[in-house]
């Protein structure tokens, strides 16, 4: 039988963004695989180098669209560690609480996500009508859903909104209810079950020798997160715990998400309790406005995304932009190399499959 190529996505409802993935079949089995990221307005990295480094904020969120306050976090951190700026510690609470918000929506993105190339459509209708609760947070705090340029260098943007906090509590109680109905409807479901088991397996050694973090690790048994590991923000005055599994496949994966969406529930409510009042950002760098110069230095900073570690290496010359920018994105390694290695042998429905439970994220490979 003579191989076939197929193209999946860009153009697909089982494809993950603005990316494809060129499949070379024998029947309904991939022989070969090569992914294409090239759909998105590429060079980010370099982008910011032509650009004010406050301009940059509304650049860098669309390096990861599901989840753009990480790129703001890491690339704020960094600049924070060139110029020894000291953030506010109000702002430090307010910036965890918008990254587990960011975590909670990118995890129930990725429910919806799975249940389209599964056929279970409920679980895409429930998980994207409870993510816009999140935006609604997203929206009252910083005017905008997606993209919200609220993390700045030096802290936030403004302080929260009266009763936000009130608000945001009651959303942490409604979506701690509702994650039974998620694992009762969704993770017990015999089609998931069927679909998942066995299916787009890696182990600790594949993923420590691709460089996969994240659940993607997690789920091999590895109990490695950013903010456990080398704690940043006030993570390390949290109590939470890290959900592993064993197994490896994507039924392994899809099951942890629930179980990190309670840590973050659990996360947050410590954060407004323990979030005290007071400033929310700082002066950092020289000049005035958008115009600031950054010291000469080298920063290189992280944090756990929903996909694993997310880092910013910024370099400055003492100039009004950046000298440098790298991203390391983390779904580079799986969205990459692991389509390249280890969709061949799997059937053509399970390439979907791969992409959800991994996380993979286009901008992150074609940055």
Request: glycine share 10%; proline share 7%.
């Amino acid at each position: 039988m003579g191989e076939v190529k197929l193209f999946f996505g860009p153009n697909h409802p089982g494809m993950h963004g603005n990316f494809s993935v060129h499949m070379y079949v024998e029947g309904d089995i991939v022989v070969k695989a090569r992914p294409l990221p090239g759909f998105l307005h590429r060079g980010f990295e370099k982008l910011m180098e032509r650009r004010l480094w406050y301009q940059n904020l509304a650049l860098i969120p669309r390096i990861c669209v599901p989840e753009p306050d990480i790129n703001e976090a890491c690339y704020a951190m960094a600049i924070e560690k060139i110029a020894k700026v000291e953030v506010p510690e109000r702002a430090q609470w307010i910036r965890m609480i918008v990254l587990e918000l960011a975590r909670i929506a990118n995890h129930l993105w990725s429910f919806g996500g799975i249940g389209g190339p599964l056929g279970m459509y409920t679980s895409m209708f429930w998980s994207v009508a409870d993510r816009d609760k999140v935006l609604d947070i997203f929206e009252e705090l910083t005017g905008a859903r997606v993209y919200h340029m609220y993390i700045i260098p030096g802290g936030v943007r403004k302080d929260l909104p009266p009763k936000l906090e009130e608000k945001i509590m009651k959303l942490m109680d409604y979506l701690e209810q509702r994650m039974p109905e998620y694992e009762t409807f969704i993770l017990k479901n015999r089609i998931l079950h069927t679909r998942l088991k066995g299916i787009a397996k890696i182990d600790t050694e594949t993923c420590l020798k691709l460089g996969v973090t994240g659940i993607g690790l997690r789920a091999t048994g590895v109990p490695y997160d950013i903010r456990k590991i080398d704690p940043y923000l006030f993570y390390d005055k949290v109590e939470f715990e890290i959900p592993t599994a064993t197994e490896g496949d994507a039924l392994a994966r899809i099951s942890l998400k629930p179980k990190e969406i309670r840590q973050s529930i659990r996360i947050i409510r410590q954060a407004l309790e323990k979030m005290p009042s007071g400033p929310v950002n700082t002066k950092i760098g020289d000049g005035n406005g958008l115009r600031i110069r950054v010291p000469k230095g080298m920063a290189y900073a992280r944090v756990e995304s929903t996909r694993g570690e997310y880092g910013y290496l910024v370099v400055s010359n003492g100039g009004e932009t950046p000298y440098r920018v790298a991203v390391r994105g983390a779904s580079y390694p799986q969205g990459l190399y692991g389509v390249e290695h280890l969709l061949p042998g799997t059937r053509i429905d399970d390439v979907p499959i791969w992409l959800d439970t991994m996380g993979v994220c286009a901008p992150e490979i074609d940055r």
